[in-house]
């Protein structure tokens, strides 16, 4: 039974952390969704960490089953936390996993109901008693979540297994009335999510509100949360994750660039979702093409390019390697082509729903033959809309491929987003064949330009009859050349046109301590985490700056210049040190310390802080 009081705390935070756990089938992931959704409509930060396993459908119990979804929600946002102030575990199986997420004096939410002598054995632990054995002393409200849906539903007309089904929305409706979250926005979340389905939403929205009446009318021994918000910016607000961001920022600049929208892909964990997204979007004249592998998903773009498409292909990790053929051509044929890698653990198959950034190295050198391409990398979920558009304008005004380096993490996490205004993106300035080359021959394929991009003709326009493939060609004409001289000189035009990127793209940005003498450096998706550590270690009264890259390959023009002002600098990344090591190599006097993580999950700014600050103090 649960633990009764009459008097309940209530705290008020910043920000506040809450880790849903249960079964690969629970619906954690919807729960979490919708509870992060409605917190970032009343105005608060948010930041999500969904946690699933790479088996399919693991035994129902079983420790290897177990799916999260961490969310943090309040003011100064930037990770979803390093551990949770509230878990809800939906049997003994996520207790055991995610119990050691929980902050000291936190709050476990379970359903006692799958906590049963069969559940205990399922999930490995050794005596009746599973909250002595994992030596948990923290605040545990123990709920009938199975048996009050049933109660809630026995009229409803849905057999057991349906019923079954809606047991995460009673937990979601309870966690609503722990953090005061208005019910009527979650009721209007479930109703889009279950609009073809109208049984299906009325019996959810009986138990959202039977796990909220339940969390007023028990009064039980745990505090409940206030969480403060922040006047946000004036505008329309959604919670979006970085692969949906993704295909909204390719939708934009495919407007902005006056060029219909291809995607080739074949589906690949994690960036399917990028896929899908996308084919939802034939009103908007996106042809999103599911292609039989990943050579072909590359191809396919290539040829759409060719035709004057805006032409993406979507993948991870092993999909970059099978398209690295296809890139090489794209080279060649200095087509623009955004590649977009959500990357994921590797090598092989690896850790397919678990994050990393080992595919840097692959990015920049991964092909045959002097074959240079733009890099770049989103900071957040709502950043890759941002570096989506910058990767789709850099190909398009420089003709060249692009391949976007995003992860796991910030793929499937999620963050408010505040949908921007039309004007806060440029036109990208897309190298149309002036009319009067066509009209006096004068054109030819790699005709170029200030920036050495050549022009981009559409397929099928007269007086633009052209061939392009993958033999070296002339740098004048364009035909087939076997002349040593002429391939030397278009192997350094294509590597010179990658550099004066540089000249199109933001200047390095430093924050943090103005005075110190130590810079953290970070790339990619673990902008959330650094940039929290180093303001703890500031708040502390060290001293420490950050600089972040968003921009790879060609690295932002000052550079050398912000390298130089440090005497220590620390590259912190999800891998071995690939960064670090690309930095060193074209800095060689830069004084550069590195932290490093391949564990399949994201750095927690706790650990960030520790060794950062050891770094530091070495002499």
């Given at each position: 039974?649960?633990?009764?009081?009459?008097?309940?705390?209530?705290?008020?935070?910043?920000?506040?952390?809450?880790?849903?756990?249960?079964?690969?089938?629970?619906?954690?992931?919807l729960a979490g969704n919708i509870f992060t959704n409605v917190s970032a409509a009343l105005g608060n930060q948010v930041s999500t960490?969904?946690?699933?396993?790479?088996?399919?459908?693991?035994?129902?119990?079983?420790?290897?089953?177990?799916?999260?979804?961490?969310?943090?929600?309040?003011?100064?946002?930037?990770?979803?936390?390093?551990?949770?102030?509230?878990?809800?575990?939906?049997?003994?199986?996520?207790?055991?996993?995610?119990?050691?997420?929980?902050?000291?004096?936190?709050?476990?939410?379970?359903?006692?109901?799958?906590?049963?002598?069969?559940?205990?054995?399922?999930?490995?632990?050794?005596?009746?008693?599973?909250?002595?054995?994992?030596?948990?002393?923290?605040?545990?409200?123990?709920?009938?979540?199975?048996?009050?849906?049933?109660?809630?539903?026995?009229?409803s007309g849905l057999d057991n297994k349906s019923i079954l089904k809606c047991r995460n929305i009673f937990a979601l409706g309870l966690?609503?009335?722990?953090?005061?979250?208005?019910?009527?926005?979650?009721?209007?979340?479930?109703?889009?999510?279950?609009?073809?389905?109208?049984?299906?939403?009325?019996?959810?929205?009986?138990?959202?509100?039977?796990?909220?009446?339940?969390?007023?009318?028990?009064?039980?021994?745990?505090?409940?949360?206030?969480?403060?918000?922040?006047?946000?910016?004036?505008?329309?607000?959604?919670?979006?994750?970085?692969?949906?961001?993704?295909?909204?920022?390719?939708?934009?600049?495919?407007?902005?660039?006056?060029?219909?929208?291809?995607?080739?892909?074949?589906?690949?964990?994690?960036?399917?979702?990028?896929?899908?997204?996308?084919?939802?979007?034939?009103?908007?004249?996106?042809?999103?093409?599911?292609?039989?592998?990943?050579?072909?998903?590359?191809?396919?773009?290539?040829?759409?390019?060719?035709?004057?498409?805006?032409?993406?292909?979507?993948?991870?990790?092993?999909?970059?390697?099978?398209?690295?053929?296809?890139?090489?051509?794209?080279?060649?044929?200095?087509?623009?082509?955004?590649?977009?890698?959500?990357?994921?653990?590797?090598?092989?198959?690896?850790?397919?729903?678990?994050?990393?950034?080992?595919?840097?190295?692959?990015?920049?050198?991964?092909?045959?033959?002097?074959?240079?391409?733009?890099?770049?990398?989103?900071?957040?979920?709502?950043?890759?809309?941002?570096?989506?558009?910058?990767?789709?304008?850099?190909?398009?005004?420089?003709?060249?491929?692009?391949?976007?380096?995003?992860?796991?993490?910030?793929?499937?996490?999620?963050?408010?987003?505040?949908?921007?205004?039309?004007?806060?993106?440029?036109?990208?300035?897309?190298?149309?064949?002036?009319?009067?080359?066509?009209?006096?021959?004068?054109?030819?394929?790699?005709?170029?330009?200030?920036?050495?991009?050549?022009?981009?003709?559409?397929?099928?326009?007269?007086?633009?009859?052209?061939?392009?493939?993958?033999?070296?060609?002339?740098?004048?004409?364009?035909?087939?050349?076997?002349?040593?001289?002429?391939?030397?000189?278009?192997?350094?035009?294509?590597?010179?046109?990658?550099?004066?990127?540089?000249?199109?793209?933001?200047?390095?940005?430093?924050?943090?301590?103005?005075?110190?003498?130590?810079?953290?450096?970070?790339?990619?998706?673990?902008?959330?985490?650094?940039?929290?550590?180093?303001?703890?270690?500031?708040?502390?009264?060290?001293?420490?700056?950050?600089?972040?890259?968003?921009?790879?390959?060609?690295?932002?023009?000052?550079?050398?210049?912000?390298?130089?002002?440090?005497?220590?600098?620390?590259?912190?990344?999800?891998?071995?040190?690939?960064?670090?090591?690309?930095?060193?190599?074209?800095?060689?006097?830069?004084?550069?310390?590195?932290?490093?993580?391949?564990?399949?999950?994201?750095?927690?700014?706790?650990?960030?802080?520790?060794?950062?600050?050891?770094?530091?103090?070495?002499?």
């Amino acid at each position: 039974m649960p633990i009764m009081l009459e008097n309940t705390n209530v705290k008020t935070l910043d920000k506040v952390v809450v880790r849903f756990s249960g079964d690969s089938g629970d619906g954690m992931q919807l729960a979490g969704n919708i509870f992060t959704n409605v917190s970032a409509a009343l105005g608060n930060q948010v930041s999500t960490f969904p946690d699933y396993p790479a088996e399919i459908r693991a035994p129902q119990g079983s420790l290897g089953g177990v799916s999260g979804f961490q969310v943090s929600v309040g003011t100064g946002v930037h990770t979803p936390g390093d551990a949770c102030d509230v878990l809800i575990a939906m049997n003994a199986a996520a207790l055991k996993q995610n119990h050691h997420f929980l902050k000291p004096g936190g709050v476990i939410i379970v359903d006692i109901d799958s906590f049963g002598e069969a559940n205990l054995k399922k999930a490995l632990y050794t005596t009746d008693r599973p909250f002595e054995e994992l030596g948990i002393k923290d605040q545990i409200v123990e709920v009938p979540v199975t048996s009050m849906t049933k109660a809630a539903l026995a009229d409803s007309g849905l057999d057991n297994k349906s019923i079954l089904k809606c047991r995460n929305i009673f937990a979601l409706g309870l966690v609503c009335w722990l953090f005061d979250r208005p019910i009527e926005a979650a009721l209007k979340h479930l109703k889009g999510k279950f609009a073809k389905k109208p049984a299906v939403y009325e019996a959810n929205a009986l138990v959202l509100q039977a796990g909220y009446n339940y969390g007023n009318n028990i009064h039980a021994s745990v505090s409940t949360y206030r969480i403060e918000t922040e006047e946000p910016k004036a505008g329309i607000y959604t919670d979006i994750n970085g692969n949906t961001a993704t295909a909204w920022g390719l939708i934009l600049a495919s407007e902005k660039c006056g060029r219909p929208l291809f995607l080739g892909s074949y589906p690949i964990t994690p960036a399917t979702d990028i896929l899908h997204e996308l084919a939802k979007r034939k009103d908007l004249g996106v042809k999103a093409c599911q292609m039989e592998d990943e050579i072909a998903g590359v191809c396919s773009a290539i040829g759409a390019s060719f035709a004057g498409n805006l032409a993406v292909t979507s993948t991870s990790g092993p999909g970059l390697a099978l398209k690295s053929e296809g890139i090489g051509l794209a080279v060649m044929a200095e087509l623009p082509l955004v590649v977009i890698d959500v990357q994921r653990g590797g090598p092989s198959t690896g850790l397919p729903t678990k994050t990393e950034q080992t595919d840097l190295m692959q990015a920049l050198y991964g092909r045959n033959g002097e074959s240079p391409v733009a890099v770049v990398a989103p900071a957040t979920p709502t950043d890759c809309f941002k570096m989506a558009f910058e990767a789709c304008r850099i190909a398009v005004e420089h003709m060249t491929p692009v391949i976007l380096l995003s992860d796991a993490f910030i793929g499937n996490g999620s963050s408010a987003w505040r949908i921007p205004d039309d004007d806060e993106y440029p036109v990208i300035k897309t190298p149309n064949v002036p009319a009067e080359m066509l009209a006096d021959g004068t054109w030819t394929p790699y005709m170029r330009r200030e920036n050495l991009g050549r022009y981009w003709p559409v397929g099928g326009t007269e007086g633009a009859t052209h061939r392009l493939g993958g033999l070296e060609k002339d740098a004048v004409t364009g035909a087939i050349s076997n002349n040593p001289v002429n391939h030397e000189k278009m192997v350094l035009l294509r590597r010179e046109k990658i550099a004066r990127i540089a000249d199109d793209i933001p200047a390095l940005d430093v924050v943090g301590d103005k005075d110190a003498d130590t810079l953290l450096i970070g790339w990619g998706g673990t902008y959330g985490h650094l940039r929290s550590a180093v303001d703890e270690i500031n708040a502390s009264g060290r001293k420490i700056a950050f600089a972040h890259f968003r921009y790879i390959n060609p690295l932002p023009a000052n550079t050398a210049e912000v390298l130089g002002r440090y005497k220590k600098i620390i590259v912190a990344e999800l891998n071995t040190g690939m960064f670090a090591d690309y930095l060193q190599c074209r800095y060689p006097d830069a004084a550069i310390r590195r932290i490093n993580k391949i564990q399949g999950q994201p750095f927690s700014v706790t650990e960030l802080v520790e060794r950062a600050t050891k770094l530091m103090e070495e002499e």
